[in-house]
Structure formats: structure tokens, C-alpha cells
């Protein structure tokens, strides 16, 4: 059974167990549905055999040998996947501009953060893509384990118009599914493609009472990803942002210079050089359209 269809399901049991608003109190009348599907690990319920069987059915999709769901955002990939293949004092290659949760990662694990590659370092993280959309090369070092922020790329695997994903490469990637794929915040994935299960990882970083509402999410999204309806909504994206012709190597990452004027539209950052407007599964045409309109006229803007 999926986490979905579980979340479905009626259940007749009269339970004093967590979560205590049991399904039927709604402190926030607006999040009305998610706390009726906000479940725990109770006996009846037992919703363990559905992750477990959702999280392999998205290792099959993706290629991996291990994918696991994440509802902490990326940074608890990205931590999870330094404990799982470090031991206290090995030397971790991390980039000087690499998001915080690099170093973090590394504080956590004990080991020693490296700037500069050296012929004793153990694993390696790299970010792929860059925020502004830049794809570097992934190269492989024997012995070094390669472990791949791609948290801006969860669109890679699901279209042959976008960049390789880091998943067929890295022993251990890292996606956001939240920042373009159109998963709720904070939802994510990790993925390994080594021998080592970062489950027990996990664990040790996780809370033992995880949100059953976000990990189904997850499920449903990469279903979603996967099906002919979401690989052909990820076309259509990209056929909306190619006109902009971004200097970068992913369409979704619109750039556009930081002196050209977009009144009425909030950028997601500005380099100094770029305003980048990010998109996603949830970007249409319309939207597009009016970036262009504005980009072309802005005094007249909207």
C-alpha cells in the first residue's frame, strides 16, 4: 500500500495516542485537510511498510539504490550523507561559497572542512547546479566519496532538455523538491548510489515523529515527475523559458541583467550582475508572458 492510499483510509478505532488533536481538532481551520491526514506510528495505522515500499518504488525511478524522503529540506541530506560515509577527523572538500549546511555538515561529522583538493581527502561536495543555473562537469576522484548538492535539480532526471543528473554519477545526491518541482516546503530526497545505506544516518538526525501529510506529498510528487502528464508539463516549462536565451546551462534559471528594470515582479536574487527568476513545475505561461512584457517595456510594466 502507498502513503496515500493509507492516508485514505477509514479507520474506526478509538485512539488516545499522538497526535492528540486525533484528525478531527483544527487549531488552523485553513489547514483543515492536513490535519486530518496528520497520522503517527500508532499500531493501527502503521504506516512504516508504506514509506519503506513508496521510498523503493522512487529508488526504481530514479536508478538509485537507496532514495530516501526527506522533510527537512535538503540540509538534512546533505548532513545525513557526510555521517554516513565520514569518520571523525577525515578531511572534507567543500566549496568557499558552498551553502551553509556544507560546513555544518562537517562541524557535525567531525571532521576537518578543506578548501583546496589534496591527495588525503575523503569525500567531496559539490553544487550542481549553482543557484543561477551554471552545471559544472562531475569529476571522480578514486577513493573519494562524491557527494552532489543538486538541490536545484530536481527537474534533471525527468528531461533529456536539461542537464545529467548528478544521480547517475555521485555516490550520494541531494534534491529539492520544494524549490522547483513543486513539492511543499521543506520536502526533499536523498539519493545513494553506493554501497551505503544512509538510513542509520538519517535516523540519528531525524525526529522519530515524522509528517505523514509531507512524506505522502513526496510520494505523489514523484509519481507526478515520472508520469507522461508530469514529463510533458516539464516540456512545456522548458519550451516557456528557452525565448529568454539565460547564459546558463538550465533554461528553468532565468537571468536577466541586475540594470534592466522589472517593476511589479520580485526576482528570486540579484548577484549584482543577474536577477535570477527561478521556475518550476508551477510556473506557466502567463507568468512567463509577463516577465517578457515587462522585461521589453518596463516603464509601462504591468
Same mark, same amino acid.
Given at each position: 500500500m502507498s502513503l496515500i492510499n493509507l492516508l485514505r483510509r477509514k479507520f474506526r478505532t478509538v485512539l488516545f495516542t499522538t497526535p492528540s488533536h486525533g484528525g478531527k481538532f483544527f487549531i488552523v481551520n485553513k489547514f483543515r485537510q492536513f490535519y486530518k491526514y496528520d497520522i503517527s506510528e500508532t499500531d493501527v495505522h502503521k504506516p512504516q511498510a508504506a514509506l519503506a515500499a513508496a521510498q523503493e518504488r522512487a529508488a526504481g525511478i530514479y536508478g538509485t539504490k537507496y532514495t530516501y524522503f526527506l522533510t527537512n529540506g535538503s540540509t538534512s541530506g546533505v548532513i545525513a550523507a557526510v555521517l554516513a560515509c565520514t569518520k571523525p577527523g577525515d578531511k572534507v572538500w567543500i566549496e568557499k561559497d558552498a551553502h551553509p549546511c556544507h560546513l555544518n555538515a562537517v562541524t557535525l561529522a567531525g571532521c576537518e572542512a578543506v578548501y583546496e583538493k589534496t591527495p588525503d581527502i575523503k569525500v567531496q561536495i559539490v553544487t550542481r547546479p549553482t543557484y543561477e543555473g551554471f552545471? %559544472?562537469? =562531475?569529476? &571522480?576522484?578514486?577513493?573519494?566519496? =562524491?557527494?552532489? +548538492?543538486?538541490?536545484?535539480?530536481? @527537474?534533471?532526471?525527468? %528531461?533529456?532538455?536539461?542537464?545529467?543528473?548528478?544521480?547517475?554519477?555521485?555516490?550520494?545526491?541531494?534534491?529539492? /523538491?520544494?524549490?522547483?518541482?513543486?513539492?511543499?516546503?521543506?520536502?526533499?530526497? @536523498?539519493?545513494?548510489?553506493?554501497?551505503?545505506?544512509?538510513?542509520?544516518?538519517?535516523?540519528?538526525?531525524?525526529?522519530?515523529?515524522?509528517?505523514?501529510?509531507? @512524506?505522502?506529498?513526496?510520494?505523489?510528487?514523484?509519481?507526478?515527475?515520472? %508520469?507522461?502528464?508530469?514529463?510533458?508539463?516539464?516540456?512545456?516549462?522548458?519550451?516557456?523559458?528557452?525565448?529568454?536565451?539565460?547564459?546558463?546551462? +538550465?533554461?528553468?534559471?532565468?537571468?536577466?541583467? %541586475?540594470?534592466?528594470?522589472?517593476?511589479?515582479?520580485?526576482?528570486?536574487? +540579484?548577484?549584482?550582475?543577474?536577477? @535570477?527568476?527561478?521556475?518550476?513545475?508551477?510556473? +506557466?505561461?502567463?507568468? /512567463?508572458? &509577463?516577465?517578457? &512584457?515587462?522585461?521589453?517595456?518596463? &516603464?509601462?510594466?504591468?
Open positions: 552545471v %559544472s562537469k =562531475l569529476e &571522480r576522484t578514486s577513493g573519494v566519496f =562524491l557527494i552532489a +548538492d543538486e538541490a536545484h535539480g530536481a @527537474l534533471y532526471p525527468f %528531461s533529456d532538455r536539461l542537464p545529467e543528473s548528478a544521480v547517475k554519477v555521485a555516490d550520494f545526491t541531494v534534491q529539492s /523538491l520544494h524549490k522547483t518541482a513543486g513539492g511543499l516546503n521543506p520536502t526533499a530526497l @536523498l539519493h545513494s548510489n553506493c554501497d551505503i545505506d544512509p538510513g542509520a544516518a538519517l535516523a540519528m538526525i531525524n525526529t522519530t515523529s515524522p509528517s505523514y501529510p509531507l @512524506l505522502a506529498s513526496i510520494e505523489a510528487n514523484v509519481n507526478f515527475l515520472n %508520469s507522461k502528464r508530469g514529463r510533458a508539463k516539464i516540456e512545456e516549462l522548458i519550451d516557456n523559458c528557452l525565448p529568454f536565451n539565460s547564459p546558463n546551462d +538550465d533554461p528553468t534559471k532565468i537571468l536577466i541583467r %541586475s540594470d534592466i528594470p522589472t517593476p511589479g515582479i520580485e526576482d528570486e536574487k +540579484d548577484n549584482g550582475e543577474y536577477k @535570477l527568476f527561478l521556475c518550476g513545475i508551477g510556473t +506557466d505561461a502567463k507568468k /512567463l508572458e &509577463r516577465l517578457k &512584457r515587462v522585461v521589453k517595456s518596463p &516603464r509601462k510594466g504591468l
